[in-house]
C-alpha cells in the first residue's frame, strides 16, 4: 500500500483506521491540529500502543503549504479531518467553510502537486442529501419510517445542502469527485451515516451515541432535541475501517465514485424512545433527560442504501448493532471508571479539554 497520510488521524474515526493500519505493520503518517476534545488523548494512545511506527504531524488543513508538505510523498491518503457539527457551522459559517471546503481544496492539490497520483478517500455525510422534505414519512409508536423506501437513501439521491455544514461538505464531495474526473485523481467519496464506537469523544452536536453514553456513566444531564423519535441507522467503526480498506484495494473499481456508508437497515435505532430503555438498563437507573426543542435541519429519519458499496467492492457491515453498543458502552464506563470516581481517579471523557 506504500505510504498513507491520515489527516484527522487523531480523532475518533482516525485513531480506529490508523490503528488497524498500524497493527498490520503499515506506514502511517497522521496530520492532525488537535483542536477537537479527545483528540490528544486518542494520540497517546496511539503512541503508547505503537511507539516506534507512528509519525505524527501537527497541522491544521487550512494551511495549504502544510497540507502540501504532507503530501509530497503519499500513496494513499484518507482524508478525515473536518468540522463536524452542524451547529458549529451555523455560529461560526467562515471557519466551517475553511476547514471542510477550503481544507479539502487544499488537499485535492497537495495530492495533485505531489505527482504521485496517490488514492484520496473523503469522508463526506449524508447531510449533502438536505432535508429530504419529498421523502414520505410515518410515525410509529417508538419511530419515524419510510413509507416507501425500504433500503434506504440510495447514491442517485439529488443533492440539497441545507445548513453551512451541508453546504461546505456538500462542496468538498463534488470537489473529490470532480478531481477524479478532471484530473484523474483516484478519489473516493464515503457519505456517511451515524458512526460510532470506541474512542469517540462525543458531545451535544456530533456523536450522540458516545455522548448520551458518556453522559449517563458520569450522571451528567441529557437533552433530547425534538421528541426522541428520529432513527438514524449507526454503523460500528470497526465495520468503516474495514470500508475504507476495501475501497483503496478495489481503487480499480471505486475510483472516482461515490458509496453511502452505514449500517443500513439492519442497524437502525430511535435516538432516545428505543436507546434510552437500553441505556437506562445498562445504568441501572433512569438518566437525567429533558426534552428540548427541534433543531433546524434534523431529519425525522436517514437510513443508507448501502447495496452500492455491497456490490462494487463486496462491503456491508457485520457488527449488528446489539453487540457494537455493547462495546462501545464497554469502552465508555472502563475509560470514565466508578460512576462517582474522586478527583484523583480517571479523566472523565466529557471533561476533555483543548490544550493551547
Known amino acids: 500500500m506504500g505510504r498513507i497520510l491520515i489527516t484527522g488521524g487523531a480523532g475518533f474515526v482516525g485513531a480506529n483506521l490508523v490503528d488497524a493500519l498500524l497493527t498490520d505493520g503499515l506506514s502511517v503518517t497522521v496530520f492532525d491540529s488537535l483542536a477537537r476534545p479527545g483528540t490528544e488523548r486518542n494520540l497517546e494512545w496511539l503512541e503508547s500502543k505503537h511507539p516506534r511506527s507512528l509519525t505524527f504531524i501537527p497541522g491544521d488543513v487550512r494551511d495549504a503549504k502544510a497540507v502540501s508538505a504532507a503530501c509530497a510523498d503519499a500513496d494513499v491518503i484518507y482524508h478525515l479531518a473536518g468540522q463536524v457539527a452542524v451547529t458549529t457551522s451555523v455560529d461560526d459559517p467562515r471557519s466551517d467553510f475553511e476547514v471542510n471546503a477550503l481544507g479539502t481544496f487544499n488537499l485535492l492539490e497537495g495530492a495533485r502537486a505531489s505527482g504521485r497520483q496517490p488514492v484520496v478517500v473523503f469522508t463526506s455525510t449524508n447531510k449533502v442529501y438536505g432535508g429530504m422534505e419529498d421523502v414520505e414519512i410515518r410515525r410509529e409508536p417508538s419511530r419515524y419510517v419510510y413509507r416507501t423506501l425500504p433500503g434506504g437513501i440510495p447514491e442517485s439521491r439529488p443533492l440539497d445542502f441545507h445548513s453551512p455544514y451541508g453546504c461546505s461538505k456538500?462542496?468538498?464531495?463534488q470537489y473529490v469527485r470532480d478531481y477524479s474526473r478532471i484530473y484523474d485523481l483516484p478519489t473516493v467519496v464515503f457519505r456517511m451515516s451515524c458512526i460510532y464506537g470506541p474512542h469517540q469523544f462525543g458531545n451535544e452536536d456530533q456523536g450522540w451515541l458516545a455522548h448520551f453514553m458518556i453522559a449517563a456513566s458520569l450522571g451528567k444531564p441529557i437533552s433530547i432535541y425534538g421528541d426522541g423519535l428520529q432513527v438514524r441507522d449507526a454503523l460500528y467503526v470497526g465495520d468503516l475501517v474495514r470500508a475504507?480498506?476495501?475501497?483503496?484495494?478495489?481503487?480499480?473499481?471505486?475510483?472516482?465514485?461515490?458509496?453511502?456508508?452505514?449500517?443500513?437497515?439492519?442497524?437502525?435505532?430511535?435516538?432516545?424512545?428505543?436507546f434510552g430503555p437500553t441505556l437506562t438498563?445498562?445504568?441501572?437507573?433512569?438518566?437525567?433527560?429533558?426534552?428540548?426543542?427541534?433543531?433546524?435541519?434534523?431529519?425525522?429519519?436517514?437510513?443508507?442504501?448501502?447495496?452500492?458499496?455491497?456490490?462494487?467492492?463486496?462491503?456491508?457491515?457485520?457488527?449488528?448493532?446489539?453487540?457494537?453498543?455493547?462495546?462501545?458502552?464497554?469502552?465508555?464506563?472502563?475509560?470514565?471508571?466508578?460512576?462517582?470516581?474522586?478527583?484523583?481517579?480517571?479523566?472523565?471523557?466529557?471533561?476533555?479539554?483543548?490544550?493551547?
Request: proline content about 8%; some cysteine.
Open 170 to 173: 456538500g462542496a468538498a464531495d
Open 244 to 274: 475504507f480498506r476495501l475501497a483503496v484495494e478495489r481503487i480499480g473499481t471505486t475510483a472516482g465514485q461515490v458509496y453511502n456508508i452505514g449500517g443500513g437497515p439492519a442497524n437502525t435505532i430511535s435516538v432516545w424512545s428505543e
Open 281 to 356: 438498563g445498562w445504568l441501572g437507573a433512569q438518566p437525567d433527560v429533558t426534552f428540548q426543542p427541534w433543531r433546524p435541519g434534523d431529519q425525522l429519519c436517514y437510513i443508507s442504501d448501502v447495496t452500492k458499496a455491497a456490490a462494487e467492492f463486496d462491503w456491508s457491515p457485520e457488527v449488528d448493532l446489539t453487540t457494537g453498543l455493547r462495546l462501545l458502552w464497554e469502552w465508555v464506563t472502563a475509560e470514565n471508571g466508578p460512576r462517582r470516581a474522586s478527583v484523583h481517579g480517571p479523566r472523565p471523557l466529557i471533561n476533555a479539554r483543548r490544550t493551547p
